[in-house]
């Protein structure tokens, strides 16, 4: 819940505050976000919610050092703003997710994302999303960008 609420605090301020980052993130998670909260900032864009998560299952592994939480997230009433509060969202952004993080130990008793993919294909508005990989992807593919409510780049 924190990783989320990080995530979009993030993204509704267009990438300005990445000072939580460091608090629920780990690893190439951590730097992914970071790189994408200044793609956003650069742009100068921000989402505009609402988002819905659901939490299907959080799974503990069995030595206790991590645990997997299942979830999908609904960015289907998400839109995304310029800076002069032009509608730039990308048809493709307005999706349904499953996916699940992979929660680590941090410092303190908290649980850290160190990673994120997508457990299943992404559901558009009018169909399925095209050309999204059947196997898990990770960070800084398109799935991962269209779950942050970033702009995915098509070639």
């Known amino acids: 819940v924190a990783y989320d609420q990080m995530s979009w605090k993030l993204w509704v301020g267009g990438g300005q505050d990445t000072s939580k980052v460091p608090t629920v993130t780990t690893g190439n998670l951590q730097q992914q976000i970071l790189d994408d909260a200044a ?21 503990m592994s069995a030595d206790g050092q991590s645990a997997t939480v299942t979830y999908c997230v609904d960015l289907t009433q ?9 509608d730039v969202t990308e048809p493709t ?10 929660m680590v130990p941090g410092s ?29 992807v990770q960070a800084g593919e398109p799935w991962f960008q269209v779950r942050h409510g970033l702009p995915v780049n098509h070639k």
């Open 39 to 59: 793609n956003l900032k650069n742009k100068g864009q921000k989402a505009k919610t609402p988002v819905k998560v659901a939490i299907s299952e959080v799974a």
């Open 78 to 86: 998400v839109t995304y703003i310029d800076a002069q509060g032009k």
């Open 93 to 102: 952004n307005k999706a349904r997710i499953p996916a699940k993080n992979t």
């Open 108 to 136: 303190g008793g908290h649980w850290l994302a160190s990673e994120e993919e997508e457990t299943g294909r992404a559901e558009h508005l009018q169909g399925r999303l095209s050309g999204l990989p059947e196997e898990p």
